[in-house]
């Protein structure tokens, strides 16, 4: 069983950063496929970013391609998702998925772990 814990959700003006940090329990971290999802009020999850247990793939939604940037310390079990430039539109709860897969993984469905969620708040 993977456990996943996310931190460092929070308030932020427009323009500003935060660092998302998701740590996950189990002993074969390198070998899972994580991905960053969000949700918004009345909105469903969608794809944020992901990242290949090899660090050598990534993959971003549109939407914050070029302000956001996935990263992982598999010595230290944890995905980080960098947020730069954020906007109000970014506002949501942050959840990171697990799946123990050497491919990198877009599709929600396809994440077999999943966090409890961070919230971002950006104001205007």
């Known amino acids: 069983q993977v456990q996943l814990v996310e931190s460092g959700g929070g308030l932020v003006q427009a323009g500003g950063s935060l660092r998302l940090s998701c740590a996950a329990s189990g002993p074969t971290f390198s070998t899972y496929a994580m991905g960053w999802f969000r949700q918004a009020p009345g909105k469903e999850r969608e794809f944020v970013a992901a990242?290949?247990?090899?660090?050598?793939?990534?993959y971003y939604a549109d939407s914050v391609k070029g302000r956001f940037t996935i990263s992982r310390d598999n010595a230290k079990n944890t995905v980080y998702l960098q947020m730069n430039s954020l906007k109000p539109e970014d506002a949501a709860v942050y959840y990171c998925a697990a799946k123990i897969s050497s491919l990198l993984i877009v599709a929600r469905d396809k994440y077999d772990y999943w966090g409890q969620g961070t919230q971002v708040t950006v104001s205007s």
């Open positions: 990242i290949s247990w090899s660090h050598s793939s990534t």
